[in-house]
């Protein structure tokens, strides 16, 4: 009595010949064109992600060169019967050895490869040795086959897959004609699946498809598995099977959902946004699966958002696509590069918390405080803005530019100055404001103003550091910006503060900033005296003096007061 066996998909339509290999179409044209002209290599290399393919070409080399009749590098779609290529696909033919290197990874199971492969084919044309996995061989192994596959005998032929190149020595690279198979798109896997599943009298939606093709992430086998699974579950239902279904089997949270937290992310709307990720945890979501979804809307909306447009894709639905652009007018693109980076770091830290949902929930939560931080030139435009109006502390702003590099001494300097740079403000005490408050405030138009000002108050210190080590960069009403030297005083900043305050009644903001700015008062000073020497001694009443008397100097010049 006969049983019924069943065959799982990706075995029953695994490729019988290249015209069924899909997604491949360079690789297969390299390869057939090869075997038509007769020109070989002595080994080929294919190496891929899992399930596009890999063995399955391998037996198809194995069979096109073998084969009699040559069926199998026609362009239509006719399946050779021949002995050998039936003996090839059910891997029981003598001169076809299929090696799984992931068990047999020693010098001795290469050695015994070797010594096999001295006898010539027995009913074949070619000897084909067929090493799955081969990058898990020892380095001895490799090196044992390295005289072989540089000068093999000429009726035997090599086929390695891989699917880490990378752990493949470069001389065995080398010796082999390298393939490449690549991950096949949504569109070629949707088109392929939706042929299957017609084939197998599957009910089930295109968008049920769409998802499949998408969560294969461009493996065939993945794909057919993912199929496998959904038809048995719906098996005895004999319903349609649709993308809600694939959801719940796969774990993916619905796109539209997914876009209606980030919405109530962006709007800072906690409540409403960890009722959301609640009701989609209790529809079966996948943390993992969930994180890189949010990724890729990230993406989506950062490309939409800074080029105005991104790829057409068979899972965005056109309502998602109109969703994404309104939510791209609402965000800039710092706060969208800041959540890529923070939604990284959380796929890395899902796999180091035992409960999962809640990191979920906690993800939610910064990000939606995230959102709410002010950016750097809010803050500054915030303090300009409110300047004359802080009532609790002095905020010194500094120049962002880049420092020239500095020797450890300045640094030690500058960091005792700066540290003035934010600090506690100390208010007048009641008594001394009751006796200002029959003087009336001063008004200070321009540096030497203040430095008149600060003499008359009889400030020596404030008024030393005004005139020798400040460098003024431009002084308006309520805020100065300086530049400094190292004999700056380490309480100028809090001096400088509080006298403007008594003095003027506002507050006033000053500004350190890397600046060069102007030359100090002092220096300037300076150079006005040489500048008037100079001048007089080009005049009549100096050179009419000299004159007379030969060894007098001009050494000052004092105005009238």
Known sequence: MKTNIHKILATKYRPKNFNELIGQDIMVQ?????????????????????????TTTARLIAKAINCKKKFILNKDNEICTCKDCDEISDSRHLDVLEMDAASKTGI???????????????????????????HMLSKQAFNGLLKTLEEPPPYLKFIFATTEIKKIPFTIISRCQRFDLHRVSIQILFEYLKKIAKIENCKISDKALILISKAAEGSVRDSLSLLDRSIISQNFNNSEIDDQFVRKMLG??????????????????????????????DEGL?????????????????????????????????????????????????????????????????????????????????????????????????????????????????????????TEKEKNIKSDQLKNIIQT???????????????????????????????K????????????????????QGKIDISFNENLGKDFIRNLTDKLLLWTGKRWIISLTKEKGQKTFAEMNIV??????????????????????????????????
């Open 30 to 54: 390299t390869i057939t064109n090869s075997i038509k002209l007769e020109k070989l290599p002595n080994a080929f290399l294919l190496t891929g992600i899992r399930g596009v393919g890999k």
């Open 108 to 134: 001795d199971d290469i050695r015994e490869l070797i010594e096999s492969s001295r006898y010539n084919p027995t009913s074949a044309k070619y000897k084909i040795f067929i090493i799955d996995e081969v």
């Open 252 to 281: 993916i949270a619905d796109r539209s959902k997914t876009l209606e937290l980030i919405k109530f992310i962006f709007e800072g709307e906690k409540k409403s946004a960890l009722h959301h990720l609640k009701e989609m945890i």
């Open 286 to 406: 996948d943390p993992s699966n969930f994180l890189n979804d949010f990724l890729e809307i990230i993406y989506l909306l950062i490309r939409q958002k800074d080029l105005g447009e991104f790829d057409s894709d068979l899972s965005i639905s056109e309502a998602e696509l109109a969703n994404i652009k309104d939510i791209s007018k609402t965000i800039n693109i710092k706060t969208l590069t800041l959540f890529w980076q923070f939604t990284l770091k959380a796929i890395q830290e899902l796999s180091v918390v035992s409960n999962q949902f809640l990191s979920l929930e906690m993800i939610v939560i910064r990000l939606i405080h995230l959102k709410e931080m002010p950016s750097f030139d809010e803050v500054i435009n915030k303090i300009n803005q409110s300047g004359e109006n802080l009532d609790d502390t002095n905020i010194i702003s500094s120049s962002t530019q880049k420092e020239d590099a500095t």
């Open 425 to 455: 403000k100390t208010e007048p005490s009641i008594k001394n404001e009751d006796k200002e408050n029959n003087k009336a405030f001063l008004s200070i138009n321009n540096f030497e103003e203040l430095i008149k000002i600060a003499s």
């Open 457 to 476: 108050e009889r400030e020596i210190e404030l008024k030393f550091d005004l005139e020798r080590n400040v460098n003024l960069v431009k002084f308006s």
């Open 528 to 561: 006005k005296k040489k500048k008037l020497i100079a001048d007089e001694k080009k005049g009549k009443i100096y050179n009419d003096f000299k004159k007379n008397f030969s060894d007098a100097e001009l050494l000052k010049i004092e105005e009238d007061k």
